[in-house]
């Protein structure tokens, strides 16, 4: 059976596909991200090719060198590199699980087939058994995410006797925001030690209290720092500051959903925030509006977000600064 060498906790930046104007990635800024997601945010691990980072968007040859270019550029600055290798097609998939072994990335993840769907969890777990046996040295993750796939078999089912099938089985990234499933997931999994990633950034904190042992999210590319101060208030049982500070991130991403919030606008903030160009989203996917990175800025500051000083409200304390 296959351990990691250090258990997937904490943050886990699900990273942007950074990509040039013209829609081809831009692999010339991976190494600078990954010096801002460890020095500015404080974020060490994370989830290559993922929703966030446009992996279903992608060809198999672009998903392989994305996941080369980050293991490359993460070589002793990174804790973790998990690569999401899930794909509609099987042999795609385990293609993409040996490349990630082949590679030395620390990890794989699988979400469920979207268009053929598995009915139930035993047709779930058989595709699952097979991706994961193309890499048997990996630790595997299953990627739960009924939004996007429509795949709604419950975690909390499926991780009923999976290592049985799945020797590798390492753990969770549950992007979902029914408790329920997930705090049975937890009760029911004491003993095995499983990593248990909450992907709801907005609902961290309530998933901390489940039990949750670390989370991976799109928000903790620009909003680590943040979160990280969350956690270590929870960890510190200042349960006051905890929800302080998740009320705070709570103001943001309330504020962006309500303007019409996915991937797209995602690459805006982070271009904004980091100044690292991010470049848009590739088709079907449209670029985020000039006006909603302008008001997505404006709440930023508002919130005392942004840490470069060119764009702080002044010195003046701001009113709603977290
Ligand atoms: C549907 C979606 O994109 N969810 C995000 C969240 O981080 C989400 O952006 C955040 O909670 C804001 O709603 C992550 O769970 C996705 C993710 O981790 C990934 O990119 O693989």
């Known amino acids: 059976m296959a351990f990691p060498k250090k258990k997937l906790r904490g943050l886990v930046a699900a990273t942007i596909t950074p990509m040039t104007e013209n829609g081809e990635i831009n692999f010339s800024v991976i190494g600078q991200y990954v010096d801002y997601l460890v020095k500015e945010q404080g974020v060490k691990s994370i989830f290559v090719n993922g929703t966030t980072g446009e992996g279903l968007s992608l060809s198999v040859a672009e998903r392989r060198q994305v996941a080369e270019e980050w293991v490359k550029q993460g070589r002793n600055k990174l804790d973790q590199v998990v690569i999401h290798v899930g794909a509609l097609s099987l ?8 490349h990630a072994a082949d590679i030395g990335a620390d990890g794989i ?29 990996l630790p595997f993750y299953y990627y739960h995410i009924p939004s996007l796939t429509g795949v709604k078999i419950r975690a909390e089912e499926l991780l009923e006797g999976i290592q049985d099938k799945i020797p590798t089985f390492q753990g969770l990234k549950f992007s979902d925001t029914d408790l329920l499933d997930f705090g049975q997931c937890v009760d029911q999994n004491h003993q095995r030690q499983f990593a248990l990633l909450f992907g709801v950034d907005e609902q961290l904190l309530s998933a901390l ?6 989370a991976v999210g799109s928000t903790y590319n620009y909003l680590g720092k943040k979160t990280n101060q969350m956690l270590e208030a929870f960890e510190q049982k200042d349960f006051t500051s905890a929800l302080n500070y998740q009320f705070c991130i709570q103001r943001f991403i309330n504020y962006v959903i309500k303007l019409g919030f996915g991937v797209s606008q995602t690459k805006a903030i982070m271009t904004l925030v980091s100044g690292i160009p991010m ?8 670029k985020a509006t000039q006006e909603f ?24 304390p701001i009113a709603s600064a977290c």
């Open 91 to 98: 042999k795609e998939s385990r293609e993409l699980a040996r």
């Open 109 to 137: 993840a699988v979400m469920a087939p979207f268009f053929f769907k598995s009915q139930n969890k035993d047709d779930l777990i058989s595709f699952l058994r097979e991706v994961a046996a193309s890499a048997p040295a």
């Open 209 to 214: 209290i489940m039990g949750a042992t670390g």
């Open 279 to 286: 470049g848009p989203p590739r088709l079907p996917l449209q």
């Open 293 to 316: 990175t302008a008001n997505a800025e404006a709440k930023l500051k508002s919130l005392d977000f942004l840490s470069f000083p060119s764009l702080k409200g002044g010195t003046e």
